[in-house]
């Protein structure tokens, strides 16, 4: 028998607010076009659109507080550890596309059978402050290229 996994998390775009409008509206089309771009069928392990949804930058609070959130989720059948490191570098690969301050994944194994602090994975993503000025205070719109990473694993990251 197969076990079930539980995949969520989120990427807090553009941090804000940015001072102009014009160009917050702008890196936050941009995250809408390549997250629109990612396959509908996916090849195992899955980052597809589907599993992506957003609160709408003119949805106002509580839903949107200075930076609008790209969530994503999906449940899947028996993730292994080169799965997972799989998954995360095709995240890694679409983070490095998009504007975002940071960004976290976790996966649950057999939520609900088992304890999840024992039986899951967390990873985090942050931008560096050199990358957050570059890009949201400078202007230079060189899409997310540097971040720290941290996983409550060792050796998580691909």
Request: net charge negative; glycine share 6%; charged share 25%.
């Amino acid at each position: 028998m197969s076990t079930r996994n539980l995949l969520f998390g989120c990427i807090a775009e553009c941090p804000g607010p940015i001072a102009e409008r014009e160009r917050f509206d702008r890196l936050l089309a941009h995250n809408r076009e390549v997250v629109a771009a990612l396959p509908a069928e996916y090849e195992w392990p899955p980052l597809t659109r589907n599993m992506f949804s957003r609160t709408a930058a003119e949805y106002g609070e509580p839903g949107f507080h200075k930076s609008p959130t790209l969530h994503f989720g999906a449940s899947f059948r028996g993730v292994d550890a080169d799965d997972w490191a799989e998954w995360l570098g095709k995240l890694e690969a679409l983070l490095r596309q998009l504007y975002w301050e940071f960004a976290f994944a976790h996966l649950i194994v057999e939520p609900g059978r088992r304890d999840p602090r024992r039986n899951g994975i967390a990873c985090t993503w942050a931008a560096t402050s050199d990358v957050i000025e570059r890009v949201f205070l400078r202007g230079d719109e060189r899409p997310m290229d540097e971040w720290l990473f941290s996983s409550s694993i060792d050796g998580a990251q691909p």
